[in-house]
């Protein structure tokens, strides 16, 4: 993670990043990306947004941060799964100055 954020540190180019953190959002990896990127969740989002479908259930571990570029609409997760995780979806847009 340490590497990942540094190169964040440099990039100057609207960006999108979305995974499977497999952290909460108190966590210090949580932080150091939000100090930059917005989470898409908390603009766009409603509830809790648990996305762990396991022994934790209410866990928040999957995210989608974005640059100030884009802007979030609406953030879903879909409550379905094959796995230990719920699939999530973000509408992003592009923001005009």
Do not use: W
Not at 38 to 46: H, L, N, P, S
Not at 61 to 89: A, W
């Amino acid at each position: 993670m340490d590497i990942f954020i540094e190169h964040l540190k440099h990039t100057r180019i609207p960006t999108i990043i979305a995974g499977d953190f497999n952290d909460v959002p108190l966590s210090d990896t949580y932080r150091r990306i939000n100090n930059r990127y917005k989470d898409a969740f908390i603009e766009g989002g409603r509830g809790i947004g648990a996305t762990y479908n396991g022994k934790l259930p209410m866990l928040r571990i999957d995210y989608v941060f974005h640059s100030d570029e884009f802007g979030c609409r609406k953030f879903k997760v879909l409550n379905q799964s094959t796995t230990d995780h719920f699939p999530i979806m973000a509408e992003l847009y592009i923001r005009r100055e």
